[in-house]
């Protein structure tokens, strides 16, 4: 490590990586505990037994050597089950964040460069916004099967508003800044002057409500299958199987904390993500570091 103007620099990747754990320890923290989760998630046919597999006799089993979270009403093992729900509940938090930004980054940036277009377009916006999650997932249901295709959908149709609007806000900040009206009136087109000079200062905002959105799809998908209207009931989700443990709930107890457990910790790790991110990202905060 060398000093530099009275400061410590890192000089080997050690060094630094130590540097930037001690500078963002909520973002080590939260990347951490995503990537074991993932892990577990991807690694679950290999780390975990059958998930449909009923064994009558072993129902309503406490924890034990042999069943790590005890088993559920059917006797299915809830470690084997908890470990396949992590998939859902990431596919779901990570295809959502992506899709809504995506959508919300595009309708953001028209909005927010071109003025005759905001005003219809964000009131369409503002419509999609008072649509709450779990109506509409029961109407998408109803209209077609239920699956997590049309999970996916229904959460991502209230979050593009909210993306869009803070993409929006990013550009109206920045479009009658020095540097863009100089190059409106260097010829720049405006395709070119989005993608150039305005495009990278959305991304930080993006990545940070993206996070929150990540979230946030988590908590609403398990909320969409505990109510019987987000995935089929005979996959292993989360709030599938907190919705089928409740009636056990006062002799199997296990079946519901493990499973909100592992949901509570998987947001949480998001959020501390979040939270790392808008530390770093913001020029404000970061000076403070």
């Given amino acids: 490590m060398t000093v530099i103007?009275?400061?410590?620099?890192?000089?080997?990747?050690?060094?630094?990586?130590?540097?930037?754990?001690?500078?963002?320890?909520?973002?080590?923290?939260?990347?951490?505990?995503?990537v074991a989760l993932a892990a577990v998630a991807v690694l679950a046919p290999w780390i975990a037994g059958d998930p449909f597999r009923q064994a009558p006799i072993q129902r309503l089993r406490p924890p034990s050597e042999r069943w790590w979270f005890g088993t559920d009403q059917f006797g299915r093992d809830v470690f084997a089950r908890t470990v396949y729900g992590a998939r859902v509940s990431l596919i779901v938090g990570i295809s959502v964040a992506l899709i809504a930004s995506a959508i919300g980054l595009l309708i953001g940036l028209i909005c927010g460069y071109f003025r005759w277009v905001d005003g219809l377009v964000m009131r369409i916006m503002d419509g999609l916004m008072a649509i709450p999650s779990i109506l509409l997932a029961i109407a998408l249901i109803t209209l077609t099967r239920p699956g997590l295709g049309i999970v996916i959908v229904a959460i991502v149709i209230p979050e593009v508003p909210r993306i869009s609007r803070?993409?929006?806000?990013?550009?109206?900040?920045?479009?009658?800044?020095?540097?863009?009206?100089s190059a409106?009136?260097?010829?720049?087109?405006s395709g070119k002057l989005l993608v150039r000079h305005i495009l990278p200062n959305t991304l930080a905002p993006l990545i940070v409500q993206g996070t929150y959105v990540c979230a946030s799809a988590m908590l609403i998908e398990a909320g969409l299958s505990f109510l019987g209207a987000g995935v089929p009931p005979e996959i292993p989700s989360w709030g599938n199987i907190i919705a089928q443990g409740r009636t056990f709930f006062q002799i199997a107890p296990w079946s519901i904390f493990i499973p909100g457990a592992f949901?509570?910790?998987?947001?949480?790790?998001?959020?501390?993500?979040g939270d790392g991110l808008r530390d770093r990202l913001d020029p404000r905060l970061a000076r403070r570091m």
């Avoid at 009275?6 to 505990?33: C, H, K, M, W, Y």
């Avoid at 409106?184 to 087109?189: F, K, P, S, V």
């Fill in 263 to 273: 949901l509570a910790l998987t947001v949480l790790a998001v959020n501390m993500l």
């Fill in 166 to 181: 803070v993409v929006r806000s990013v550009v109206l900040s920045i479009r009658d800044q020095p540097y863009v009206e």
């Fill in 5 to 34: 103007a009275d400061r410590f620099v890192p000089s080997s990747t050690l060094e630094r990586a130590a540097e930037a754990i001690r500078r963002n320890p909520t973002i080590a923290l939260g990347v951490v505990l995503l």
């Fill in 184 to 189: 409106i009136a260097g010829g720049t087109r």
